[in-house]
T-cell receptor, first 115, second 115 residues
């Protein structure tokens, strides 16, 4: 069975500061990994995904994440936070193959950006 | 493209009533997913379809829940009878599988409140 743990249900940063949202996963096979963002009253939007290849993945809005197999982590970072980054962020894992589309989500991390 | 369209945006009903949630996926997408989001359990996959055929309904909580996809452009999730613990945001998502992992496009969700 797969699981996803997001460390910290709330993260608060100052505008311009580094954003670091943590995600650890457990999976019996090499997983596909995703970060989604949810703005208030909206559905989820894909930020970035890792499938194979380069372990540093760049996404939209200046976000990136690094897949570290040895640490079973897929932390999300952004060098400089913007007020518009305030949202809830979800890490997700998919086993792939016949499990296509069956995402297991973490509990989410609410990011607050203050001036 | 208008994206994934869900209706209604909000539904308030009384315990015991039948509730029907609707989803129109993105045209041409061959996968459709129903997710539920609650504070306690986070995001859970309820059921998904491929080419209108239900593939995995193991996430459907109980027999009160049913989902159909009569054609490629429409799906419903029905709860009968509804209970207060069904209160949640229900998301529909669609995707198109090509030669790799494709991202899910989520609708804006239906906020269901069962009184």
């Amino acid at each position: 069975a797969q699981s996803v743990t997001q460390l910290g249900s709330h993260v608060s940063v100052s505008e311009g500061a580094l954003v670091l949202l943590r995600c650890n996963y457990s999976s019996s096979v090499p997983p596909y990994l995703f970060w989604y963002v949810q703005y208030p009253n909206q559905g989820l939007q894909l930020l970035l995904k890792y499938t194979t290849g380069a372990t540093l993945v760049k996404g939209i809005n200046g976000f990136e994440a690094e897949f570290k197999k040895s640490e079973t982590s897929f932390h999300l970072t952004k060098p400089s936070a913007h007020m518009s980054d305030a949202a809830e962020y979800f890490c997700a894992v998919e086993k792939g193959g016949t499990s296509y589309g069956k995402l297991t989500f973490g509990q989410g991390t609410i990011l607050t950006v203050h001036p | 493209d208008a994206g994934v369209i869900q209706s209604p945006r909000h539904e308030v009903t009384e315990m015991g009533q039948e509730v029907t949630l609707r989803c129109k996926p993105i045209s041409g997408h061959d996968y459709l997913f129903w997710y539920r989001q609650t504070m306690m359990r986070g995001l859970e996959l309820l059921i998904y379809f491929n080419n209108n055929v239900p593939i995995d309904d193991s996430g459907m909580p109980e027999d009160r829940f049913s989902a159909k996809m009569p054609n490629a452009s429409f799906s419903t999730l029905k709860i009968q009878p509804s209970e207060p613990r069904d209160s949640a945001v229900y998301f529909c998502a669609s995707s198109l599988k090509r030669t790799g992992v494709e991202k899910l496009f989520f609708g804006s969700g239906t906020q269901l409140s069962v009184l």
